[in-house]
């Protein structure tokens, strides 16, 4: 009966030590968080890690090889604040937003996560994310105008997301949402910005009223218009009739008025054309009247001149013909005497020098200059030339006159 009781009490033993240690070793995961399990080598598709994670189930830790590891999927609302961040354009903003922050539960993102803040509380994750929020919003307003900031926060926070999304992927936690609250700013410039636009509206207002009241006024114009074009085509309608009258009347006497001035057209015709028979007349007695005193007197000088004109040349010709038959049979018995009659030629031409140059010397006088040659050779030629050069030279030498020069061009005139 003992041994029965103490077996009993050893199998309860058993049992609850079983229990204990499966207690102890069976972990169940919450929806809203990821087990992580480390110890052991682990493949995920191309990443290898020395943890596994359990999301949404329940796991057995191996003793003694793993320990275990909550990680908290929930969200995280965290405040962003940014004070005098400069925008484009140097104005300093205040910029109030909230955004949803949270632990990714899915490979690969989570594994960044389980890198940096496994082990760190929610805390320590908040201000990482806040601090990583407040850097990106002070990068985009750095590219953004404060009127493109004020006028359109939806359109910031979308680029602020995009711009915060990438920088929080790499650190392992995922963006949810984010608003942006508030933008202000310290130097009352968004408030100018608002009186800008009040008063841009005010003057789309004014100007929508001025417009309003032209168009009533051009409404009104052109009705006052129409009424005095009105008037008007009245008016030349009824000068065009009056006109048209005129016009009637003057058709009527235009007959009358056209068979006088023919009248008057065909009197002053026949004026003309008997001054014109008179002047013609007068012209032919002119005409004549210069025929006898001009032009006859003037033709009959001209055939005399012609006359006496063609006589002189006759007597010319009929002398030129003499004088040119002297000259051949001159120089033909010249070149028949040869020497001889080239120097009664050269005395010939020089007795008129000599008497010129008589007559420029005053005690100088010369009866007679006789060149006696000694025969018809060379050597009388010769004697006749040399004493012709020393009578030369004693002319020139007394008198300065070269009588060869002076014969040379009496000659050349003669020719």
């Known amino acids: 009966m003992g041994a029965g009781l103490a077996l009993m009490g050893i199998g309860v033993i058993g049992i609850l030590a079983v229990v204990l240690m499966v207690k102890n070793l069976l972990y169940v995961c919450q929806p809203n968080e ?57 104005i300093p903003l ?56 004020n006028r359109d926060k939806e359109a910031f926070g979308a680029r602020l997301t995009e711009e915060a999304g990438h920088d929080l992927e790499r650190i392992g936690l995922v963006l949810d949402t984010l608003n942006i609250q508030n933008v202000s700013d310290e130097v009352g410039y968004l408030d100018s910005i608002g009186r800008t636009r009040s008063a841009a509206v005010r003057r789309d207002a004014q100007i929508a009223e001025a417009r309003a009241q032209a168009d009533a006024a051009e409404v009104k114009w052109r009705n006052y218009q129409a009424g005095e074009l009105a008037k008007l085509r009245a008016a030349i309608e009824v000068a065009r009739r009056q006109n048209d009258r005129r016009i009637a009347d003057a058709r009527t006497k235009r007959e009358a008025v056209i068979a006088e001035q023919l009248a008057d057209v065909q009197a002053q015709l026949a004026q003309a054309q008997a001054e014109i028979a008179m002047q013609a007349a007068r012209v032919e007695q002119v005409r004549l009247q210069l025929q006898a005193d001009v032009v006859r007197p003037a033709e009959a000088q001209r055939d005399q001149a012609i006359a006496r004109a ?22 033909t018995s010249y070149r028949g005497q040869g020497a001889a009659g080239r120097d009664v030629l050269l005395m010939q031409k020089l007795v008129p020098v000599l008497q010129q140059v008589a007559g420029t010397i005053g005690e100088l006088h010369v009866d007679r200059l006789t060149v006696i040659g000694s025969g018809a050779g060379s050597a009388s030629g010769g004697e006749l030339a040399t004493k012709l050069v020393a009578t ?24």
Request: no cysteine; charged share 25%.
């Open 392 to 415: 030369n030279e004693q002319i020139k030498a007394a008198t300065g006159i070269d009588v060869a020069q002076a014969v040379r061009a009496k000659l050349g005139a003669g020719t």
């Open 34 to 90: 990821v087990l992580v399990f480390s110890g052991r080598k682990r493949s995920h598709g191309s990443l290898t890690t020395h943890y596994r994670i359990v999301k949404g189930g329940r796991a057995l830790r191996r003793p003694f090889i793993e320990t275990v590891d909550k990680v908290d999927l929930t969200n995280m609302i965290i405040e962003v604040v940014v004070k005098n961040a400069y925008s484009k354009g140097g």
């Open 94 to 149: 205040t910029v109030q937003g909230v955004a949803n922050i949270k632990v990714p539960g899915e490979m690969p993102l989570i594994h960044n996560a389980l890198e940096r803040f496994l082990g760190r509380s929610r805390e320590d994750i908040m201000r990482v994310a806040r601090e990583t929020l407040e850097g990106n919003l002070r990068g985009v307003l750095a590219l953004l105008t404060p009127e493109e900031v």
């Open 310 to 331: 063609k006589a002189d040349a006759t007597k010319i010709i009929e002398h030129g013909k003499a004088t040119a038959q002297v000259l051949k049979d001159l120089s």
